[in-house]
């Protein structure tokens, strides 16, 4: 174990150690890397569908992480904007509101068949940037109630909101505010609109390159945005926040601003990657919008180091990978080979859960712990909302 | 327990400097925080009664009396009983160290498939008669209690006490990790979909008619195990020697330590604690829906947390309060408006209580009664 | 209130000889009237009444549980007063939000140190630059040239304050938990510096420090005031301190005011005697 975290700690290290160009060119190395991967594999494979899917759960991880991570606002409610985003696309980029503009749709940026089919067909990119706006707002709206409260309290009340999304969206088809159906409820949006964009040809199921390199550009976006934020007046407001909320408005930090800031950005990132998933799975299924995405992604985060943004890309990946990958096939035909009689596909989720404890009891900061946390850890700092002033005694 | 601290950060943020800079007044009665006052003071009692009033006015005005809005309340009552006695379970876990118990759920879960598995070894069926069934439920109720007991202290003893002194966030995910172990261990033991069980009681059964009112079996059965439970509980917490250590460890962890106590141990009696009720509610529930599926501990602790919630975290009182609130707005949903939105409807009250009571109902108390 | 100490503002800035520097002499700089604080039925502050003159030191003390944090905590917007009203620079502060009054020119330390445990020390002090930065969310992520420069000039001034509060270089990109008490207070103090505040808010300052590093304190507390022009109001049970650094001292006990005025006139107030010098147990 200890062993573990001095590698860790020595890779670090190294990399600090080194000259900035030098860091400039891995990076470069590293990023083409990526690109020019797909190409080493089936153009359909699964490799290729696990590293899309892998990517966009990071997206997801990376906006949970804003809000968990950096403000220290346990959100379990998170699968509300998987699922607003999922919408955002249901609603601007099938053909769900057919009766639009008398059964002619509306078209924004949209070419080819699309183009002609009744409803909402708006360009992937509008959609995405839409899906960003009105998770944002979804957000601040769920931040709201939430601002007065603390810790676990927090956590409750997103999680009801994340239920009360989930609700809605299997009981949507029969809301009707404006005559036109919220969702379809439990018989899902679909097909979704192929996302159309410049360069990028076909996306479809039989070539899933073009879908990989949008996560992987989505993916780009949310680190790039973490880390700006992270090292940022508003970046440090939040780990100020996250310390010690009296001393943080003390210091002139302006708490409402500085929480629902922290609930919009991770929403956004949550609202696109929930576009993608919708677009790429093909469907808006009002079942997967369950508590238990909320926790999938929150294991993640905690799961890669709490507040490390690559440790949280690290999680996402190892977890989205046991999840779609290493459980179904590995565990499927290993029986076989060491002569058990049952099937181990059906333990899917409980050797699932056996690794989460397994993996947090032996690295309890995560893969790879924020320089903050390990401190933390060592150190015994809590997290500094015990401590009230002795004269207070209410 | 967390303090709930009393610095008001947030008020009057509509207020700037701006608008506020005129000379000193000696008092500021806007009539703006005259409502304020009253909705934080009377607000809560609105939204609670909001949803009985208005279907009993519904009722009255079609003419049907009392006799529909008492029902449901009832039902309410009885089925909250359940849902209290699993709330009790978080509540006491996270007073004393502030955790989520997520695996809680479940455990309750494994309390009515172990008390359906009792039924099978004991061979009481239908066929038994009333004292062998009596015999039946008890032994089976007690194993039951003491499997889901011993559950949770392994639970606590192998995901949770390693973790102690890791981030806060770190048990949570083994609590979720466990979570999963046991409904899949539920999900082989019986199979992935609803399993009957004999109506052992004869559930349905009506008992009394008070004004049209039915009282039937399941409902004393249910308060008729929760009610003596959760007195003999209470007394244990606040009177005994135990009771005492574990309200003490609750306040402060490294003063009881210090003070001699074992914290190691009080930690691994509370978890003892949550895991007896559950496995009772385990039991209730099993017997009064006569029906038990392997994910139906995901939802019950949902509910159940929030009941905790609701409560006010970290009060017993307040997690039995939460659970009978839920219980009855959950039945008033089923029954009044769809039970597919009554999900939904139990998480709006949630968050309205929580707008309105950040504490959560009985909050205030939890310093005291730890 | 109390009708054994001396009447207030006033009176008091009219005698008060070191506040009288000219052009500056305009009054008082915060003004409480009759501020109430209630926890469930316990007074802990009551219909206290005080002022502070403009560039002047002024303490407070009193008996543990006296009120005075409370006070202290009312005046900053951690809490909200039950009944009265308090002025700050000519502004009614009596309900705002804490963030706000840093920003109207009140900074404070605590008690207990506050410091922001897993933040460097530099970064401490930027976070209390925060109210005078201007970059959002969106400059952020680009990193607009003006948010470079504002960044740039944030981390000067931070290692600037640190530099005057006496903390050395080396430490300044040490986490805040690993270092010294005595450095701990330091970047407290350079965090509260760092809004440029009018009126500085210390409790307890002195708290854990030995006799050398408390006559340090005070001095560098006359420097602050006397360099840059800052009033400042403290709570301390060191009485060696309070003595030699405060034009005018109050009293509180049981959340009430019980006496004000000089030292030498505090010093021998019976009231301030019985309920306090002559209780042992002050400290």
């Given amino acids: 174990m200890t062993a573990i975290r001095d590698f860790f700690r020595s890779i670090g290290d190294a990399w600090d150690g080194l000259h900035p160009n030098v860091r400039r060119a891995i990076g470069v190395a590293v990023l083409v890397f990526f690109i020019v991967l797909p190409f080493f594999f089936t153009a359909g494979g699964t490799f290729i569908d696990n590293a899309t899917r892998a990517l966009a759960y990071a997206v997801m991880a990376l906006g949970l992480n804003v809000v968990v991570g950096f403000a220290g606002l346990l959100d379990l409610g998170y699968v509300a904007f998987y699922a607003l985003g999922a919408f955002t696309i249901g609603w601007f980029g099938s053909s769900f509101y057919a009766q639009v503009n008398h059964g002619k749709g509306l078209h924004i940026g949209v070419t080819g068949v699309t183009g002609q089919l009744p409803g909402i067909h708006f360009n992937f990119l509008l959609v995405l940037v839409a899906a960003v706006i009105v998770c944002a707002i979804f957000g601040v709206l769920i931040g709201l109630p939430t601002l007065r409260l603390r810790g676990d309290y927090i956590a409750i009340v997103t999680l009801a909101f994340g239920e009360i999304i989930g609700r809605v969206a299997i009981n949507g088809d029969s809301l009707k505010p404006f005559g036109y159906a919220v969702t379809a409820g439990r018989q899902g949006i679909t097909p979704i609109d192929s996302p159309d964009l410049p360069g990028l040809a076909s996306f479809g199921p039989l070539d899933l390159r073009p879908w990989y390199w949008t996560a992987l550009g989505m993916a780009l976006l949310s680190l790039f945005v973490s880390f700006r934020l992270r090292d940022s007046r508003l970046g440090r407001a939040w780990i100020a926040v996250r310390e010690d909320e009296v001393a943080a408005a003390s210091m002139g930090v302006p708490l409402v601003r500085t929480k629902l800031l922290a609930y919009a950005t991770g929403a956004g990132l949550g609202g696109m990657a929930g576009a993608f998933f919708a677009a790429y799975f093909n469907t808006v299924n009002a079942d997967q919008f369950e508590f238990s995405f909320s926790i999938f992604i929150l294991a993640m985060i905690i799961l890669g180091g709490l507040g490390s943004i690559w440790g949280v890309v690290a999680g996402a990946i190892v977890l989205s990978y046991i999840n779609t990958y290493f459980i179904p096939n590995t565990f499927k035909s290993l029986p076989h080979h060491i002569g058990l009689n049952f099937d181990l596909t059906d333990l899917s989720f409980g050797i699932f859960g056996f690794l989460l404890v397994i993996m947090m009891v032996l690295r309890p900061q995560g893969l790879i712990p924020e320089r903050r946390r390990k401190l933390e850890l060592t150190e015994g700092v809590g997290a500094g909302d015990s401590e009230m002033p002795i004269e207070v005694s209410v | ?370 | 209130m109390s009708e054994v100490a001396p009447q207030t503002a006033p009176a008091a800035t009219a005698d008060g000889p070191r506040v009288a520097e000219p052009g500056s002499s305009n009054g008082t700089i915060l003004e409480a009237s009759g501020v109430s604080k209630i926890f469930g039925g316990l007074v802990a502050v009551d219909e206290v009444t005080f002022s502070v003159p403009r560039r002047s030191i002024v303490s407070i003390i009193g008996p543990n549980g006296a009120g005075k944090t409370t006070f202290f905590n009312m005046l900053t917007g951690l809490y909200k007063p039950n009944a009265g009203a308090i002025a700050f620079d000519g502004k009614d502060i009596t309900r705002a939000r804490p963030d706000r009054i840093l920003a109207a020119g009140m900074a404070r330390t605590f008690q207990n140190i506050r410091l922001f445990a897993t933040m460097t020390a530099l970064e401490n002090v930027m976070v209390g630059l925060h109210a005078r930065m201007q970059a959002g969310l969106f400059g952020s992520i680009i990193r607009l040239p003006s948010v470079r420069k504002e960044e740039r000039l944030a981390h000067e001034k931070a290692a600037e304050l640190l530099e005057f509060v006496g903390l050395r270089s080396s430490h300044f990109h040490q986490m805040s938990v690993n270092l010294s008490y005595g450095d701990q207070r330091r970047v407290e103090i350079a965090r509260a510096l760092a809004s440029n505040p009018k009126m500085l808010l210390l409790d307890e300052p002195t708290a854990g420090m030995n006799p050398q590093e408390s006559e340090r304190l005070r001095a560098f507390m006359q420097r602050l005031r006397d360099e840059r022009g800052l009033t400042i109001l403290l709570i301390e049970h060191d009485m060696k301190v309070v003595m030699n650094v405060s034009e005018y001292i109050t009293v509180l006990d049981h959340g009430e005011k019980i006496a004000e005025g000089k030292p030498e006139e505090v010093r021998g107030n019976p009231r301030v005697v019985e309920a306090y010098l002559g209780k042992q147990t002050g400290e």
């Avoid at chain 2, 209690?145 to 981030?167: D, F, T």
């Avoid at chain 2, 009177?239 to 309200?247: C, P, T, V």
Wanted: one cysteine or more; glycine letters at 12%.
């Fill in chain 2, 1 to 370: 327990m967390p303090a709930p601290p009393d610095f008001d950060l947030h008020s009057d943020s509509e207020r700037g400097l701006e608008a506020a800079s005129i000379p000193v007044r000696a008092t500021r009665a806007a009539p703006f925080e005259a409502i304020q006052r009253f909705l934080s003071r009377y607000g809560l009692i609105i939204v609670l009664l909001a949803l009985p009033l208005a279907f009993m006015a519904s009722d009255l005005a079609h003419g049907h009396g009392f006799a529909h809005i008492l029902e449901n309340l009832k039902d309410g009552v009885s089925n909250g009983a359940i849902w209290a006695l699993v709330a009790i379970g978080y509540t006491l876990v996270y007073g004393i160290i502030e955790l989520i118990n997520f695996a809680h759920g479940d455990v309750f879960m494994i309390g009515s498939f172990v008390s359906f598995g009792m039924w099978g070894t004991l061979g009481v069926t239908l066929g038994t008669g009333t004292l062998g069934r009596v015999g039946g439920l008890i032994v089976a109720g007690a194993i039951a209690m003491i499997a889901c007991g011993s559950l949770n202290v392994m639970i606590e003893r192998v995901a949770y006490r390693p973790l102690r002194h890791a981030p806060k966030l770190a048990p949570l995910i083994t609590a979720v990790g466990f979570s999963f172990i046991l409904q899949n261990v539920g999900l082989e033991w019986l199979g992935g979909s609803q399993h009957g069980v004999d109506d052992l009681v004869d559930a349905q059964h009506i008992l009394v008619n008070i004004g049209g009112v039915h009282i039937i079996n399941a409902d004393v059965l249910a308060i008729g195990i929760t009610i003596p439970l959760v007195l003999l509980l209470v007394a244990f917490v606040q009177n005994s020697r135990l009771g005492k250590a574990m309200r003490a460890t609750a306040q402060d962890p490294e003063a009881a330590r210090l003070m001699g106590i074992n914290v190691d141990h009080t930690i691994s009696l509370t978890f003892l604690l949550g895991g007896l009720m559950a496995g009772a509610a385990g039991l209730i529930y099993a017997l009064y829906n006569t029906t038990i599926r392997f994910d139906q501990g995901f939802e019950a602790g949902l509910i159940a947390f929030t009941a905790a919630v609701m409560g006010g975290i970290g009060n017993l009182q307040g997690a039995v309060l939460g659970g009978l609130i839920i219980g009855c707005i959950q039945q008033i949903s089923d029954d009044r408006i769809n039970s597919t939105w009554t999900p939904a409807i139990v998480f709006a009250y949630l968050i309205l209580i929580m707008v309105f009571k950040p504490q959560g109902l009985l909050g205030e108390e939890t310093r005291e009664a730890g």
